[in-house]
């Protein structure tokens, strides 16, 4: 059984950056593929970014392609997403998740074992 805790969230200005830290507990945390997603009031949750096991290997969903980064600190059991450029829709509540099966289904929600809690990041305009 995995816990993870997210923190880092917030209310910022449009442009202005924030790092998402999501601290893993547990369970073998190099074991893992990890994930942020995102979910907007009234939206569903959706895929921001994910990471191999080993941190080689990145993905991300188009909407923040060259503004978030995904990283992980095996050592920390610990992954990150920076997040610069903020705007307005990225807005939502950002969830970690941990995913058993490596990254051949790594933008599917349902292939994620394990969810943390959720931070709330607002972008005020």
């Known amino acids: 059984q995995v816990q993870l805790v997210e923190s880092g969230g917030g209310l910022v200005q449009v442009g202005d950056s924030l790092r998402l830290s999501c601290a893993a507990s547990?369970?073998?945390?190099?074991?893992?593929?990890m994930g942020w997603f995102r979910q907007a009031p009234g939206k569903e949750r959706e895929f921001v970014a994910g990471?191999?096991?080993?941190?080689?290997?990145?993905y991300y969903a188009d909407s923040v392609k060259g503004r978030f980064t995904i990283s992980r600190a095996n050592a920390k059991n610990t992954v990150y997403l920076q997040m610069n450029s903020l705007k307005p829709e990225d807005t939502a509540v950002y969830y970690c998740?941990?995913?058993?099966?490596?990254?051949?289904?790594?933008?599917?929600?349902?292939?994620?074992?394990?969810w943390g809690q959720g931070t709330q990041v607002t972008v005020s305009s």
């Open positions: 998740a941990a995913n058993p099966l490596g990254v051949g289904g790594i933008r599917v929600a349902d292939q994620y074992a394990y």
């Open positions: 547990g369970g073998m945390f190099s074991s893992y593929t």
């Open positions: 990471i191999s096991r080993s941190g080689v290997t990145t």
